[in-house]
């Protein structure tokens, strides 16, 4: 019996992304004056993690850096050298080298090879040569005696950029001892004391060379006229490689070409290959169920083997968000089924049916339970999110040499799967924007007599039945006066009596941009209406808070959870609608002086002196109210993105939570809905999108002027 290995394959790419994610969380929070020896050792153990799993499943390009990357971090944990930051740009360089290949293999991206090379150079020579040149080191190999064994092998290379003939020597480096040769022609020759075959040197060299342009000799077989040296760089005589046809010298370089061919095409699903020594595999991998258990108990054995574990068992198992997403629809259907039975049950005689009431009452409890319960496996923490910025944030600063601090508050704090993906883009477009435009240059803040280091934070904190996620910086703030300036010259209605939290609300306009110029972070005006209009699909909303000079902090508000709504029930004529209760402030029953009418444009109610735009429910529906006039109704005074509204309906019903259906898919798209649930006793109640109805109603707030 047979297992293809491949069913396993999306498992290790979700760890092994896991783990390059905490790699690089610890590599940029690591003190480089005194790094903490757990934590060098957990990156070790993420490196070494990776290494495993992908032997095991015989993804030859990612063990080959893993590879370096453990021989680098082993002298490091050892004591054996210093680390610096040139170690962690080259750490951090080789997780992004990780994760592109990593895409390679599960998405089909393209890999870069170039990089992938130049990154394995910088990782042996930062392991082999610290503390010296490179030159210095393979000179210095010369002067020792060759191990017992070796064989002595002359390389003779055709002319190359220096770069490259470097790069090919610290890989050659690794084999033995190097010297180079010369003669007088400008190109190459290298002599390497080594136990490795010609094939395995030539397969290296073919990193950079073309197999045709080398030729490489051993023992006495030397080029007429080398000299060894400690020089450095040598030349030689060309010579005719097409005069040694039929030799086994040839021969060897084609076997070695051979190969190198096959592994560039791959085998089957892991392709393309970087190393071309690596041994040859089949192209669908199969084991017996027996060799397939011991791989994978040598893969668990492999991985972090340094930590202790509380139990053997593991703690969590990895379910596809398709079963969670059906969990959750069927408890929304039980939900559903238990309102009806509480509906039914209502007009039954308590004193007759005592214990089916009571049995219906452990039924509400436990659906509740049930539903919270199943809510929270869909709910994860935002360090989910908060983790992806701080690589970020070092990045774009070093960038655009700004120093900045980066804080996160509140990183557990759980929001649904589904918004915590969709939140990602807006809050990464928020803090290049506050890295760019908020916090200032060095030399600007020691000015202004501030810290030239710049502090960035993310919180995200549980406020009722929302969440509300921060983006704060000490920067500059927001100008009132430029942005009014920019305002004008787009065309955009404003005025100097504007409050400030309308001028802020500015830079959400399509188009809008105080950048002076545009560069590949900025400028372009296209980023914060996207970043509203995401939010606002979302059922949340944004807000500003700036001072001048001491900084800006964008607020976000976005519900826990867009499966499960908070709603309150509100009939117009034989209809009930919900509206989302995280928009609703007050509710009551006006006068009939409070509500003024104007010429064809509508009415406005004064709530409190503030005069807001009274909205009928039943003219946006076209529906027949029970009553006409707001003062023999109700009106619900709601409130969306700092704007507010009046919704005259006739009646309240209740406050429940509901399922959320789509709407769209199961029907179509209707203006000022934005879902709908399934009411106790069977009925379809649609939810109203609060957001949509105070933007159309706002312009008629614009437009009103009155005293009171």
């Known amino acids: 019996m047979t297992i293809d290995m491949r069913q396993f394959f999306q498992v290790f790419f979700d760890e092994t992304e896991e783990l390059l994610a905490e790699m690089e969380k610890l590599l940029l929070s690591i003190n480089l004056a005194a790094p903490d020896e757990e934590e060098l050792n957990a990156i070790f153990r993420a490196a070494h993690s990776i290494k495993g799993g992908a032997g095991t499943f015989g993804i030859t390009d990612l063990t080959d850096i893993t590879h370096e990357l453990e021989t680098l971090l082993d002298l490091i944990r050892k004591g054996e050298m210093g680390l610096t930051a040139k170690h962690v740009d080259a750490f951090l360089e080789a997780k992004d080298i990780l994760k592109m290949q990593l895409d390679g293999h599960r998405l089909h991206t393209p890999v870069n090879q170039e990089t992938v090379t130049a990154c394995r150079c910088r990782l042996q020579a930062l392991a082999h040569f610290a503390g010296a040149q490179p030159s210095q080191r393979i000179a210095n190999q010369s002067t020792s005696s060759s191990p017992a064994g070796t064989r002595r092998l002359t390389i003779a290379l055709p002319s190359m950029p220096p770069s490259e003939l470097e790069s090919l020597s610290l890989e050659l480096a690794t084999l033995g001892m190097l010297t180079r040769s010369s003669q007088l022609d400008g190109k190459p020759v290298l002599t390497l004391d080594t136990t490795s075959t010609i094939d395995d040197v030539a397969a290296i060299c073919m990193f950079l060379v073309d197999p045709k342009e080398m030729l490489i000799t051993e023992d006495n077989q030397h080029i007429p006229g080398a000299a060894e040296t400690d020089a450095g760089f040598g030349f030689f005589e060309p010579m005719n490689v097409d005069q040694l046809a039929g030799s086994p010298l040839l021969a060897a370089h084609e076997l070695a070409t051979e190969k190198a061919r096959e592994q560039a095409q791959g085998y089957g699903f892991f392709a393309p290959f970087t190393t071309f020594v690596a041994p040859e595999a089949p192209a669908v991998i199969h084991h017996d169920a027996p060799e397939v258990a011991a791989d994978m108990r040598s893969a668990a054995n492999r991985r972090e083997p340094e930590r202790a574990t509380a139990s053997s068992e593991s703690t969590s198992i990895r379910v596809s968000i398709e079963k969670v997403d059906q969990l959750i629809n069927l408890v929304g259907e039980l939900v559903i089924t238990q309102a009806m039975l509480e509906q039914r049950t209502d007009k039954l005689d308590p004193m007759l049916h005592e214990r089916l009431l009571n049995s219906v009452t452990q039924l509400t409890r436990n659906t509740r339970d049930l539903q919270e319960a199943v809510m929270s496996i869909r709910m994860m923490p935002m360090d989910y999110v908060f983790s992806r910025f701080p690589r970020m944030v070092r990045d774009l600063a070093g960038k655009l040499g700004k120093k900045v601090e980066f804080v996160t508050i509140g990183a557990a704090t759980e929001l649904d799967k589904g918004l915590i993906e ?30 030239e280091t710049g502090r960035l934070s993310l919180s995200a ?20 006066e430029r942005i009014l300036g920019k305002a004008v010259e787009s065309g955009l209605p404003v005025s100097d009596a504007m409050p400030d939290a309308e001028v802020w609300q500015l830079i959400f306009a399509p188009g809008f941009t105080t950048a002076e110029e545009v560069t590949d972070i900025s400028g372009r005006g296209v980023g914060m209406d996207v970043v509203k209009r995401n939010i606002g699909s979302l059922g949340g909303s944004v807000d500003i808070r700036s001072a001048a000079g001491f900084g800006t902090t964008i607020s976000i508000s976005l519900p826990l959870t867009l499966a499960i709504l908070d709603g309150m029930s509100v009939r117009v004529g034989e209809e009930i609608y919900i509206l989302p209760l995280g928009y609703v402030i007050e509710s009551l029953q006006p006068e009939v002086i409070d509500v003024k009418g104007i010429s064809g444009q509508g009415r406005v109610i004064k709530v409190r002196g503030e005069y807001l735009p009274l909205i009928a429910l039943h003219e946006i529906f076209g529906i027949t109210p029970q009553h006409q006039n707001p003062s023999d109704g109700i009106v619900v005074i709601l409130e969306s993105d700092g704007r507010k509204a009046a919704l005259f309906v006739d009646d309240l019903v209740g406050q429940q939570q509901v399922v959320v259906k789509n709407l769209e898919s199961n029907y179509r798209k209707v203006a000022g809905i934005s879902g709908a649930t399934i009411l106790g006793d069977g009925g379809v109640s649609l939810i109203v999108d609060v957001s949509t109805l105070i933007r159309s ?10 005293s009171s």
């Open 697 to 706: 109603s706002q312009r008629l707030a614009d437009e009103t002027l009155f």
């Open 422 to 451: 969709r939140i990602i883009d807006p809050l990464t477009h928020l803090v290049r924007n506050s890295i760019d435009h908020g916090i200032e240059l060095p030399a600007q803040r020691a000015a202004a007599g501030k810290n």
């Open 461 to 480: 904190s549980h406020q009722g039945g929302n969440i509300v996620i921060e983006v704060t910086d000490d920067g500059g703030g927001l100008s009132r």
